[in-house]
């Protein structure tokens, strides 16, 4: 099987898999509750056994593996209750986007005092995100709706990309069939 095809069917795979996460939003956002939860446990995971090999050349390896630690508690914690990660995901997206926005407003600031161009584009993209992530604070009835809107158009946008890929050229076509 030639590489063309296997990106033209990797970008099938995506867009229908975009098109599955608007048609079924609740199983959707279920399993995205699932993947939030297995990524702490992972994370934690991954995290004590990195500080463990590095114990003898860190200083204050102890600490990282105690967050690899409380990420696996947090992450098995989520995971035997769905639910509670159902509910937890739109506040923890929310709180991250809240201190993303914080460091762009404070990053226009530092690049308006060295009399850069642009440095408006920083703040209002900074304004913007925050005031996006107090909504999805506020309201995470519309985070639940946002993550699952977002989510689909990434998998069709990577979809369309593998696929515009495929055919940069006209002689790709014939390389495909």
């Known amino acids: 099987m030639n590489n063309k095809l296997i990106y033209f069917l990797l970008g099938l795979l995506f867009i229908a898999v975009g098109i599955w996460v608007f048609k079924t939003p609740v199983e959707s956002y279920i399993a995205l509750s ?18 463990g090999y590095q114990r003898k050349r860190m200083n204050g390896y102890g600490w990282g593996i105690a967050a690899g630690i409380l990420d696996i508690i947090l992450g098995s914690w989520l995971l035997s209750s769905p639910l509670l ?10 709180f991250m986007l809240l201190f993303r926005s914080s460091t762009i407003i404070a990053l226009a600031i ?10 408006g584009w920083y703040l209002v993209f900074g304004i913007l995100g925050l005031i996006f992530s107090f909504l999805l604070i506020w309201n995470p009835l519309f985070a639940q709706m946002t993550i699952i809107v977002w989510t689909a158009l990434a998998f069709i946008t990577i979809g369309l990309s593998k696929i515009f890929y495929v055919f940069q050229s006209p002689d790709n076509i014939q390389q495909i069939l």
């Open 34 to 51: 699932t993947l939030f939860s297995l990524t702490f446990l992972i994370n934690g995971i991954l995290e004590v056994i990195f500080y």
């Open 85 to 94: 990660s159902m509910e937890i995901m739109p506040f923890f997206i929310g």
């Open 110 to 119: 530092d690049v308006a005092a060295l009399k850069r161009k642009n440095w």
